[in-house]
Nanobody, 122 residues
Framework: QVQLQESGSGLVKSSQTLSLTCTVS??????????WSWIRQPPGKAPEWIGA???????YYNPSLQSRTSISRDTSKNQFSLQLSAVTPEDTAIYYC??????????????WGQGTHVAVSS
């Protein structure tokens, strides 16, 4: 059974960089043809796909966030990470990591973490 767990700072100041890590168990982030995504849901708004790490080491980003987003991975720890720079209070959201690619909806993924709330203070 695949399990994902988000970790990182729950409070970030405006203009700083948000950093989160997803630890995966029960599967490998290098499993052939697998994608590992970040999704977020701001309060009262629809969820939004942020980007993904591909098993072969490529990264894909939502064009609307690409200029501020960086996804990386550590295969030795079976983790992938998200950095979102120059945050504003509009980046306040619950951030999820998930196995799969491209959808805004968690139900479209085969597994996802419980989510972590990140608040951006002004």
């Amino acid at each position: 059974q695949v399990q994902l767990q988000e970790s990182g700072s729950g409070l970030v100041k405006s203009s700083q960089t948000l950093s989160l890590t997803c630890t995966v168990s029960g599967d490998s982030i290098t499993t052939t043809n697998s994608y590992w995504s970040w999704i977020r849901q701001p309060p009262g708004k629809a969820p939004e796909w942020i980007g993904a790490s591909h098993y072969a080491g490529n990264y894909y980003y939502n064009p609307s966030l690409q200029s501020r987003t960086s996804i990386s991975r550590d295969t030795s720890k079976n983790q992938f990470s998200l950095q979102l720079s120059a945050v504003t209070p509009e980046d306040t959201a619950i951030y999820y990591c998930a196995r799969g690619y491209g959808s805004d909806l968690l139900e479209c993924y085969s597994a996802w973490g419980q989510g972590t709330h990140v608040a951006v203070s002004s």
